[in-house]
C-alpha cells in the first residue's frame, strides 16, 4: 500500500473482526467514501453497492500501521483482508 512503510505482521496490527451484512455495508462503504470512491463506485456498478469484506487500514505519518478493522459477510474472504492489515494491497490499486 502506498504510504506504508514495511509489510507487518497481524500480531503487530492485531485486527479487529466485524461480522455480520450490516456492520460490512457500514464500515465498507463509510470507510471507501473517505478514502476510495473509485472502488466504491465500482462495487456498486458490478455488485449493487453490497461490499463482502473489506479492511479498514490506518498508519501513521512514519507508515506504521496501527489500527486495522477487518469487516466480511463471507468466512472465506478474512484471510485476504488480513494481508490488507498487513500491509499488501490489491492488484488494481
Known sequence: ?????RPHTLEEVNPT???????TQ????????????GVLALTCVLNA???VACADVKWNDEGIIYSCDIYTI???MIEH?????????????
Not at 500500500?1 to 512503510?5: D, I, S
Not at 457500514?26 to 470512491?37: A, D, H, L, P, R
Not at 483482508?81 to 490499486?93: N, Q, S, T, V
Request: hydrophobic share 40%.
Open 26 to 37: 457500514v464500515g465498507c462503504i463509510s470507510g471507501m467514501w473517505e478514502t476510495n470512491k
Open 1 to 5: 500500500m502506498a504510504g506504508v512503510a
Open 17 to 23: 473482526y466485524h461480522s455480520g451484512l450490516f456492520a
Open 49 to 51: 453497492c453490497v461490499q
Open 74 to 76: 463471507a468466512d472465506w
Open 81 to 93: 483482508e488480513e494481508r490488507h492489515c498487513m500491509g499488501y494491497a490489491d492488484l488494481f490499486y
